[in-house]
């Protein structure tokens, strides 16, 4: 069972808004991070520190943090969002190590 | 710019080991993690462990803790994940990523090295 839980599907229609949830005990004592990988590719950072962007990831991702849950949002949804999103962060208890949510798989539909 | 550039993919016999290299520019000396991540055929993100260049300290996931060292070597800035004891179960795509020191986000990635165990 995962330290961090994400539903496995998400969809959304073009323009569209959707959010990706993602909850475990951890979220509210450390920092969650955002991460897109696109088919065949390396993951990409997409959100840092529950809501910061790297530059250059434009505005319509955007995370959240309440409790033990994190969001990720994005609007005016696009093709090219079509990808897997991971959550993670720091799990102080275990020794320390990063551990990762099971991945949410967005369909553009 | 900073860039990982990994190297090439690899088939191991299973109870060898493998060594991946991942070569880092555009760093500033020391204000980085380097991180390792397996993501096996069709399966999610799993992290296997980081290290400071600044101190040479590493933290392993306890999944690999036994068979995983990452080590660098500072004068090329090259960074290396080795892992022994290989199993089909580690057939995956490994790939370094670094973060800022003192922060857990893996910033940037590395390209994957695909590593493929079978007798």
């Known amino acids: 069972q995962s330290v961090l839980t994400q539903p496995p599907s998400a969809s959304g229609t073009l323009g569209q808004r959707v959010t990706i949830s993602c909850s475990g005990s951890i979220v509210g004592g450390t920092f969650i991070y955002w991460y897109q990988q696109l088919p065949g590719r390396a993951p990409k950072l997409l959100i840092y520190?529950?809501?910061q962007r790297p530059s250059g990831v434009p505005d319509r991702f955007s995370g959240s943090t309440s409790g033990t849950s994190a969001s990720l949002a994005i609007s005016g949804l696009r093709s090219e969002d079509e990808a897997e999103y991971y959550c993670a962060g720091w799990h102080h208890s275990l020794s320390g190590q990063e551990v990762f949510g099971g991945g949410t798989k967005l369909t553009v539909l | 710019e900073v860039q990982l550039v990994q190297s090439g993919a690899e088939m191991k016999r299973p109870g060898t080991t493998v060594t991946i290299s991942c070569s880092i520019s555009g760093h500033t000396s020391g204000d980085y993690y380097i991180h390792w991540v397996q993501q096996a055929p069709g399966k999610g993100l799993e992290w296997v462990g980081l290290?400071?260049?600044?101190?040479?300290?590493?933290i392993y996931a306890e999944k690999f803790q036994d068979r995983v060292t990452i080590s660098v070597d500072s004068s090329t800035n090259t960074a290396y994940m080795e892992m022994s004891s290989l199993k089909s179960d580690d057939t995956a795509v490994y790939y370094c990523?670094?973060?800022?020191?003192?922060?857990?986000?893996?910033?940037?990635w590395g390209q994957g090295t695909r590593v493929t165990v079978s007798s």
């Open positions: 990523a670094t973060g800022d020191q003192g922060d857990y986000g893996l910033a940037r």
């Open positions: 290290l400071d260049p600044e101190d040479g300290a590493t």
């Open positions: 520190r529950n809501d």
